[in-house]
């Protein structure tokens, strides 16, 4: 069975534009796609802590060391310049792969660049998976 993940995460971005007339996505700086390992039009979830507004969309590379978060399209609709947003990638993890996996979550400061980079544990290396999640057959 496959669970789904956050694989990675830009927490509390800043919304440097929104382009209403663009075909659609979010441009992201190329320096906060490295760091979060996210890749040219990888499906993402964007959830607007201004707001409330979720949707899911798509990632464009934008200038390196721009900061540039930017809604495009008719995501331009659900924020503004100047709203936070955390930008998030999900994978689907077999059992198997628990006790290795560490998500990547990105942090940054008020200009959109990295103040720091986690990559917790979603289990404690001690604890076998089935002793936490119980059998799943």
Known sequence: MLRPFCRCKIH???????????????????????????????????VNIANGARFETYVIPGEAGSGIIALNGAAARLGHPGDLVIVIAYCQLSESELTDFRPTLVHVDADNRVSAIDRPRILPPEEPVLDRLGSLS
Do not use: C, F, K, W
């Open 12 to 46: 509390r971005a800043t919304i440097t534009d929104a382009n209403l007339n663009y075909v659609g996505s979010l441009t992201v700086d190329t320096d906060l796609m490295d760091a979060a390992g996210l890749l040219p039009y990888e499906q993402i979830a964007v």
